[in-house]
C-alpha cells in the first residue's frame, strides 16, 4: 500500500520559511518523480514544483521560483520543499505527489498539510 505523508507545516509570518517534507512507502521511490502542488481556499490545485527520479532535474511555477526549493533524499524516500520567503499568497494546503516514471499522472498523493502566512 503506498503512502505519502507530509509534514513540517504551520503558521508563518510573511518573509519567514518552512520546510516540508514528505515521507514515501510501498513504493520503489526512485521510480518516481516527485511534485509538490498546493491549494488555497475556493481555487483549483495547482502545480507548485516538481523534481525528476534523480533529482537532477527540478521545474517551479513561475510565482515561486527563486524562493522555493524542491530536493529528494532517494536513500529515506523522501522529497523536501524548503519555502523562502514566504508571501500571504501561498497559504494553501500543501499535497506531494508521486509520478511513475515521470509520465505526467500523479497516481499517488499524500493527505497534504497547511500552510498559513500571515501578513
Known amino acids: 500500500q503506498v503512502q505519502l505523508v507530509e509534514s513540517g507545516g504551520g503558521l508563518v509570518q510573511a518573509g519567514g520559511s518552512l520546510r516540508l517534507s514528505c515521507a514515501a512507502s510501498g513504493l520503489t521511490f526512485s521510480n518516481y518523480a516527485m511534485g509538490w502542488f498546493r491549494q488555497a481556499p475556493g481555487k483549483e490545485r495547482e502545480f507548485v514544483a516538481a523534481?525528476?527520479?534523480?533529482?537532477?532535474?527540478?521545474e517551479y511555477v513561475d510565482s515561486v521560483k527563486g524562493r522555493f526549493t524542491i530536493s529528494r533524499d532517494n536513500f529515506k524516500n523522501t522529497v523536501y520543499l524548503q519555502m523562502n520567503s514566504l508571501k500571504p499568497e501561498d497559504t494553501a494546503v500543501y499535497y506531494c505527489?508521486?509520478?511513475?516514471?515521470?509520465?505526467?499522472?500523479?497516481?499517488?498523493w499524500g493527505q497534504g498539510t497547511q500552510v498559513t502566512v500571515s501578513s
Open positions: 523534481i525528476s527520479w534523480s533529482g537532477g532535474n527540478t
Open positions: 505527489a508521486a509520478d511513475f516514471h515521470g509520465g505526467g499522472r500523479y497516481e499517488h
